[in-house]
């Protein structure tokens, strides 16, 4: 399995971006896909998730301003962020979960700016 993330880049704070993370292989559609973030200094944390059967979960931190999403016929999952803050500047991975297996993707940046 290899998970591809794209869409970070450079926004001003208040703006939005999409990001994008397509998987190869097999069982995406029976995965739990999750995203997440490392930060400057700091350690790598939950963004969000999404389970097989669409049920998502966030971080106090992006709730309502983030929202996660998938296409099991792209084998692809989203994350929509809204509003973003000077805050969360960071990497962002997207990981595919099944059965205590875990792949990563390689990571892509957004850098919020004021």
């Known amino acids: 399995v290899q998970l591809q993330a794209s869409g970070g880049g450079l926004v001003q704070a208040g703006g939005s971006l999409r990001l994008s993370c397509a998987a190869s292989?097999?069982?995406?559609?029976?995965?739990?896909l999750g995203w997440y973030r490392r930060a400057p200094g700091k350690q790598r944390e939950l963004v969000g998730s999404i389970t097989s059967g669409g049920t998502t979960n966030y971080a106090d931190s992006v709730r309502g301003r983030f929202t996660i999403s998938r296409d099991n016929a792209k084998n692809a999952v989203y994350l929509q962020m809204d509003s973003l803050k000077l805050e969360d500047t960071a990497i962002y991975y997207c990981?595919?979960?099944?059965?205590?297996?875990?792949?990563w993707g390689q990571g892509t940046l957004v850098t919020v700016s004021s």
């Open positions: 990981k595919q979960s099944r059965l205590g297996n875990e792949y």
């Open positions: 292989g097999s069982f995406f559609s029976i995965s739990t």
